[in-house]
């Protein structure tokens, strides 16, 4: 029998009742997370791409207890978190942490990074003594940050430096899980670079699992063992980071990527977009078809009035999509006659 | 063809408490019409400050240049009024929030049909026909609906989209975009670049799109210009640019995009981070971070553009010349 994942998310739904005082009654509700599963390996990452309003900054904050589902599930190391007790799940929050998009927001600036560093080793007792300050340093070398910056403030550092602060305090708990909330956007493109493979690089030594939430394909698909593509609150296809971007069947993560343009302008002269049109529509009570249904350009009458459930095709390789057997056929992303190129082509 | 905009060693320094910060150094560039010249660089490198200088957006004082001409006019000398027709009726300009950018208490209508009556002086009536045409030039849906409503009323991608409305209500010759598309989704992010690919090749205009989203330009421009620390290091024809890299600055940014579509691996990252502009260092600026850098390296005056290539393709490297090849 196989041991169960590090973490198992199973139908996981966040859903928020709109305002509406007595006289007005409920006006709806916003479905931010409608029906999601999925499961991490122990030391492994799963990137979370999606755009803004599509419920995986929710998703992220939910996993680490930051808000109470609606219904379902989030399973660590096999035991359910809803149905444990309030030590234990203080216990539980030291093993799974969190790092965001600006740690400048999330840094306390009137505390040095030593005491930043030092406060979550005491609170969870996991060393003493002279022992928290050693700590410290450690954790300074291992996100490269000289050890004179124990002393120094916030305002001090640079951004990408930050964010290295913001990961070394994720990790002065021990974690094996970190949810990685955009960690990487708002730096500069040289900056993110390097964020990434410090991220990369911590994964391989201590063996911690991300759930790395971003928007930039590139970035995702470059930190990510598995991706799953998110649209209005669900999971619409999921498979191997390495080949998703390349095999990608539901319409969706096909505009998505003929969207997302590329470096290289020989090649974004040969690729065709698939401009959608409108907005993304909101959360507030969704279709009851395919999320996707009323942007996309190949929806079916089935698409309106089924929601397609994530199937499995192919290893490695899940779609939401009553179409998925013919998308790159209907929706291709390369101009006619054009080379296929690495990962390009549908 | 006579070039749309023409700059020449242009120098931006602000009075800061600390002393004078120099944010542009030496800049000179040209546009020609119906061309687009992308600016890129990361923050701080001056990309956004050398073109509100040329809007005459900067504190009084702060922007110097031997020549800025425009479709023929030496704007250097003008006086803030003429400055102020020239900006909305000949150059148009989009900002990267159009939150901040429109009037939050006036319509959509109401900021396009000042534009008209502003700039070319049409009645009222007239006025609000060509703001209900701009706006479905612009693709809003419903134009005619859409004058009545607040900024605040509408999306990220339909305010950009009213945003540019404004922009080019004058037919501009040439439209400057600073980040348009970096606050929004990569599926909206499309449909505003297709926008301004429509519009400037129905306007004929000139594009300035000043961007560090290297993949944005790459799909854009036909020029780019790489800025790092005030200047100008690179700059040629898209893809010489991109395909041979001379300044070892630009080849690190390009290495350092993560690609979705290949199986590189990771990408490459630049060490260090971009100097202060209070204290750079002597001779090219990106020298600390350089893994070719040199003793010559330090001298001064910093590296000029050289020619890196076929023409028009310039470096600012001392490398550059030399019998080498880099990746």
Redesign the interface.
């Known amino acids: 029998m196989t041991a169960p994942p590090l973490l198992e998310v199973a139908d996981l739904r966040l859903h928020f009742p709109l305002g509406g005082g007595f006289a007005f009654g409920r006006r709806g509700t916003v479905k931010a997370v409608d029906g999601v599963d999925f499961r991490l390996e122990a030391g492994r990452t799963l990137g979370l791409v999606g755009?803004?309003g599509c419920g995986k900054s929710t998703l992220g904050r939910a996993v680490v207890g930051l808000e109470t589902p609606t219904s379902g599930s989030v399973t660590l190391g096999g035991r359910n978190l809803a149905a444990r007790s309030r030590a234990e799940r203080d216990a539980d929050r030291r093993r799974m942490q969190m790092i965001f998009q600006d740690p400048f927001s999330s840094l306390n600036p009137r505390m040095t990074v030593g005491q930043t560093l030092a406060e979550p080793i005491r609170l969870h007792g996991l060393r003493e003594g002279p022992g928290v300050a050693a700590r410290v340093r450690e954790l300074l070398g291992l996100v490269d940050l000289p050890e004179g910056a124990r002393d120094r403030y916030p305002h001090e550092f640079?951004g990408?430096?930050r964010q290295r602060i913001g990961i070394a305090r994720a990790l002065a708990c021990e974690p094996e899980l970190v949810v990685c909330d955009e960690p990487v956007s708002a730096l500069?493109?040289?900056?993110?670079?390097?964020i990434?493979?410090l991220l990369?690089r911590l994964q391989d030594e201590l063996g911690v699992a991300y759930l790395f939430i971003g928007?930039?394909?590139?970035?995702?698909?470059?930190v990510s063992d598995e991706i799953a593509v998110m649209y209005l609150g669900q999971i619409v296809e999921r498979g191997a980071g390495?080949t998703l971007?390349?095999e990608a069947r539901h319409a969706y993560t096909r505009?998505?990527?003929?969207?997302?343009?590329?470096?290289?302008?020989?090649?974004?002269r040969l690729?065709r977009?698939i401009?959608?049109k409108?907005?993304?529509p909101s959360p507030i009570d969704p279709p009851s078809g395919c999320p996707f249904a009323g942007r996309c350009p190949v929806a079916i009458p089935r698409c309106h009035a089924e929601r397609p459930p994530l199937e499995r095709f192919g290893p490695d390789h899940a779609v939401a999509c009553w179409r998925a057997g013919e998308t790159p056929e209907l929706l291709p992303i390369l101009a006619q006659g054009a080379p296929a190129?690495?990962?390009?082509s549908g | 063809m006579s070039a749309l905009l023409s700059i020449r060693d242009l120098e931006v320094t602000f009075a800061t408490e600390a002393g004078p910060l120099p944010a542009v150094q030496g800049v000179s560039l040209d546009v020609a019409p119906g061309e687009t010249l992308a600016i890129v660089g990361e923050s701080g490198s001056g990309k956004s400050v050398t073109m509100l200088s040329l809007l005459g957006l900067l504190p009084a004082g702060a922007a110097r240049a031997r020549q800025v001409v425009f479709d023929g006019q030496d704007i250097t000398a003008l006086d803030e009024a003429r400055l102020r027709g020239l900006r909305g009726r000949e150059i148009g300009i989009v900002f990267q929030d159009p939150m901040t950018s429109l009037n939050p208490v006036l319509t959509v209508g109401r900021q396009l049909t000042e534009m008209f009556e502003l700039h070319q002086g049409l009645s009222r009536g007239a006025a609000r026909a060509a703001a209900v045409e701009t706006l479905s030039l612009v693709g809003m849906p419903s134009p005619k609906e859409r004058m009545a409503t607040y900024p605040h009323q509408l999306s990220g991608g339909m305010r950009q989209r009213a945003m540019i409305a404004i922009a080019v209500a004058c037919r501009p010759k040439l439209l400057i975009a600073d980040e348009p598309t970096t606050a929004l989704d990569v599926t909206i992010q499309a449909q505003i670049l297709d926008l301004i690919a429509r519009i400037q090749e129905e306007l004929g205009m000139g594009v300035i799109m000043i961007s560090h989203d290297l993949g944005v330009v790459a799909g854009v421009a036909d020029r780019i210009a790489v800025m790092y620390a005030g200047r100008i290091v690179e700059i040629g024809p898209i893809d010489a640019v991109f395909d041979a890299p001379r300044m070892p600055y630009t080849s690190g940014l390009l290495a350092s995009v993560p690609r979705y579509d290949l199986d590189a691996d990771m990408p490459r990252s630049i060490p260090g981070t971009p100097p202060d502009p209070l204290a750079r260092p002597s001779g090219c600026a990106f020298r600390p971070r350089c893994a070719e850098a040199r003793a010559a390296c330090a001298a001064s005056p910093p590296p000029a553009l050289r020619p890196a290539g076929p023409p028009p393709h310039e470096a600012a490297c001392i490398l550059v010349g030399e019998e080498r090849e880099r990746t």
């Not at chain 1, 500069?188 to 390097?194: F, G, N, P, R, T």
């Not at chain 1, 190129?341 to 390009?344: A, Y």
Request: net charge positive; charged share 30%; proline share 8%.
């Open positions: 755009e803004s640079s990408g430096q500069d493109v040289s900056i993110q670079a390097q990434m493979r990369k928007h930039e394909l590139g970035v995702v698909r470059q390495r971007f390349r505009a998505l990527i003929s969207a997302a343009p590329i470096p290289d302008p020989r090649l974004e690729r977009r401009i959608l409108g907005d993304p190129r690495d990962g390009t």
